[in-house]
Nanobody, 126 residues
Framework: QVQLEESGGGLVQAGGSLRLSCAAS????????MGWFRQAPGKEREVVAG????????YYADSVKGRFTISRDNAKNTVYLQMSSLKPEDTAVYYC???????????????????WGQGTQVTVSS
C-alpha cells in the first residue's frame, strides 16, 4: 500500500510560481515512477508531468513545457512540481500519482498509475 499526500497548492497571481510536493509512504519509493495530473472543473483529468524511477526520464505535457519542472528526492520519498509563469488556465486540482507495479513506462498515461493522492487546489488569478 502506498499513500500519497500533496501539499503546496494555493492562490497565486498570473506569472507567479508555486512548488507542489508529494510525500509518499513505502520503503521502495525509489522504484516508483511518479506523475502529476490535474483536473479543472468540468474537464477530464490530464497529465502534467511524470518522472521515472531514475531521474533520467521525464515527460511534460505540451501546455507546461518550459514552465513546469518535475523532480524527486528519493531520500525524502518526495516528488516535486515546480510551477512558474503560471496562467489562469493552470487552475485545477493537482494530483500526485505513483506506479508501484513497474513494467513498461508510460508516464503520460493515467492508467499507468495505481496510487493517487487526494489532490491540492491551485488557483491562478488574472
Amino acid at each position: 500500500q502506498v499513500q500519497l499526500e500533496e501539499s503546496g497548492g494555493g492562490l497565486v497571481q498570473a506569472g507567479g510560481s508555486l512548488r507542489l510536493s508529494c510525500a509518499a509512504s513505502g520503503r521502495t519509493f525509489s522504484s516508483y515512477a511518479m506523475g502529476w495530473f490535474r483536473q479543472a472543473p468540468g474537464k477530464e483529468r490530464e497529465v502534467v508531468a511524470g518522472i521515472g524511477w531514475s531521474t533520467g526520464r521525464t515527460y511534460y505535457a505540451d501546455s507546461v513545457k518550459g514552465r513546469f519542472t518535475i523532480s524527486r528526492d528519493n531520500a525524502k520519498n518526495t516528488v516535486y512540481l515546480q510551477m512558474s509563469s503560471l496562467k489562469p488556465e493552470d487552475t485545477a486540482v493537482y494530483y500526485c500519482a505513483a506506479n508501484s507495479r513497474g513494467g513498461y513506462m508510460v508516464l503520460e498515461r493515467l492508467a499507468y498509475y495505481d496510487y493517487w493522492g487526494q489532490g491540492t487546489q491551485v488557483t491562478v488569478s488574472s
